[in-house]
């Protein structure tokens, strides 16, 4: 069967399946704070063209960057309305139509320059945003299912699923082939997405966001995110031997120092840190994050969020051989680059303030996380190559264990005999999430109304 072929079999399946690309199960309530919804605005996940609460078509022609200051979440934006002319100006997004007037932008003169308001619930009947000069802004009421984006919840839980019977029915070379097919379709949606973003910000913002939220896997995504987005590489390259204290102190890490209580191998780092960021603080004050957008729970020390900002903040600063890498280079390069990155403290500490110990030096990227940015940037970024380096990457093997593969796993194989192969290759790997994605995830019946086991046998038919 021809390689290509299985990407468009597997889409064939989902549309037979009547599976949307967008998540059905996503009816449960969920908390999204505004700094999430800000990030998405910001990538342009909500799309570019709205139909505006009057009626009027809404174009983005420019999405704005962060602001610094007091006042409105974007600026320098810039908005068609009703297809006239472009407005210059800010945009602010809420969750709630009425955060408008809750907060007092009504009567805040920094607000009078908002061209666009965009929320994602309403109070019934009309409501108006309207500006200290009395002038009404705009408004895009976003779609409830746009809070719903690409983080699932309603998580099936890890037992075998009715599809299992089927799929031990098919022989292992079709099995094979459908997760090929379903990796591939994963593969092809991720280099959407990262084409959208460099439409969006440019290739190089693209790739450093996204090696950022690589980096972040999986606790921290959004912190590393909301970093990338807040301090662009554009910024940082303007000043790179003062990356990593925009980053340490953007990201919360830096407090004033009493370096006495600080252990003696971490005082020098944190001085310099600090002197480089108080002369910063203030200019960068509004972009810091909260405290409680970092998540601490279950991490092991090696993968401790400093450690990770450490290794961001040594690949901006040679953006550009890395740059080259992921867009000339082969993956072997690009992992061998990756892991063989070096920084004296960071090869010695966990965290700004926690030294190894008895554990040695400790790369650092390490093979996991290098393989992450692989199969997350480098391939996305290369699938207009995708035959020629298909092959390696169907026999990369899985440095450590998915816990999301293994139940996506254990829901579709339970006891099947080659389950542990599917989930040694990352290739397979991915293949096993992108279907667990598009039918557990969007399953509301406990598999009794899952398109998938009807589809296999259409599988080997098709
Ligand atoms: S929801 Fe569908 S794909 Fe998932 S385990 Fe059940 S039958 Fe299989």
């Known amino acids: ?201 440019g290739p190089s913002e693209a790739l450093f966001q996204s090696v950022a939220i690589a980096l972040g896997y999986k606790e ?23 990356c990593a204290a925009l980053l340490f102190g953007v990201a919360g890490f830096l407090h004033a120092p009493d370096l006495g209580k600080y252990p003696p191998g971490s005082r020098a780092l944190l001085r310099r840190l600090w002197d480089d960021w108080w002369p910063l603080r203030d200019e960068m004050a509004r972009m810091m994050l909260p405290a409680d957008a970092w998540k601490w729970r279950g991490l092991r020390p090696v993968n401790h969020p400093q450690r990770r900002l450490g290794a961001l903040a040594v690949l901006a600063s040679g953006w550009p051989a890395f740059q080259g890498l992921l867009k000339r280079g082969s993956a072997a390069e690009v992992k061998a680059f990756l892991t063989g990155l070096g920084d004296e403290f960071w090869s010695a500490h966990y965290t700004l303030d926690t030294p190894l110990g008895g554990q040695g030096r400790v790369a650092l990227i390490g093979e996991t996380r290098a393989v992450e940015i692989l199969a997350n940037v480098f391939y996305p970024w290369r699938s207009g190559e995708i035959d020629q380096w298909w092959d390696a990457y169907a026999k990369t093997r899985s440095p450590l264990g998915n816990r999301k593969a293994a139940t996506a796993a254990e829901r579709l194989f339970g006891g099947h005999s080659d389950k542990k192969k599917f989930l040694s290759l990352v290739a397979y790997q991915q293949g096993l999430l992108q279907i667990y994605e598009d039918f557990c995830l969007r399953d509301d019946s406990d598999c009794a109304r899952c398109p998938f086991p009807e589809q296999l046998p259409r599988w080997i038919g098709g």
């Open 220 to 242: 921290n995504k959004l912190p590393f995110q909301l970093l990338a987005q807040r301090l662009p590489l554009a910024r940082l390259r303007r000043d790179p031997d003062h």
């Open 1 to 201: 069967m021809s390689a290509p072929f299985l990407l468009e079999k597997y889409r064939a399946l989902l549309e037979s399946a009547s599976v949307r690309e967008t998540p059905l199960l996503l009816r449960v309530p969920r908390a999204h704070r505004e700094i999430e919804l800000q990030a998405r605005w910001f990538n342009g996940d909500f799309g570019r063209e709205f139909i505006g609460a009057d009626g009027r078509k809404i174009e983005i022609a420019q999405s704005g960057v962060w602001n610094h200051e007091a006042g409105p979440d974007f600026i320098e934006a810039a908005v068609r309305v009703g297809g006239g002319s472009v407005r210059r100006g800010a945009i602010e997004l809420d969750t709630d139509a009425r955060d408008w007037d809750r907060h007092g932008h009504s009567t805040n003169p920094a607000y009078d320059g908002v061209v666009l308001h965009v929320f994602f619930t309403a109070p019934r009947g009309e409501y108006f945003t309207r500006t200290s000069r009395n002038e009404f802004v705009p408004q895009v009421r976003l779609p409830q299912e746009a809070l719903d984006g690409d983080s699932p919840v309603g998580l099936a839980p890890a037992r075998p699923g009715r599809c299992c019977g089927p799929l031990r029915e098919l022989p292992s070379g079709e099995i094979a082939a459908l997760l090929e097919g379903a990796a591939r379709h994963r593969l092809m949606l991720k280099a959407a997405r990262l084409e959208r973003l460099a439409r969006v910000h």
